[in-house]
């Protein structure tokens, strides 16, 4: 009996474990790669069109044009310290944005 009850364990814990590995390799397949190196790039709010800005969470035409009339910026808090964008916007995109420094 002791060792049925063994056997059961092990046929259960192998099964657990071959569904919990199966499910996450399936899902990095389903997302197409073109979304994982666009997640990865910063956008330049110096050289971002207003497309690409109002793509930004919290930025609309309103703000990607005041961005835009704002240019060029030295660092990306300077969108909160000019005025441009309330703190609360900014802080849902300080992790997607860059400014680089413009050319001379």
Do not use: C, E, H, W
């Not at 657990?16 to 790039?41: G, H």
């Not at 835009?68 to 995109?93: E, S």
Request: glycine share 4%.
């Amino acid at each position: 009996m002791r060792t049925f009850r063994r056997i059961a364990a092990i046929v259960a814990l192998a099964t657990a474990a071959t569904f919990s590995l199966a499910q996450p390799a399936a899902a990095p397949q389903a997302k197409p790669a073109t979304s994982a190196t666009a997640s990865t790039d910063l956008l330049d709010i110096n050289t971002a069109t207003a497309d690409q800005l109002k793509a930004l969470t919290g930025v609309g035409d309103a703000y990607a044009k005041r961005i835009i009339a704002g240019r060029p910026y030295t660092a990306k808090n300077q969108l909160v310290t000019k005025g441009i964008l309330p703190q609360a916007t900014y802080n849902k995109i300080a992790s997607q944005i860059i400014a680089k420094k413009p050319g001379k």
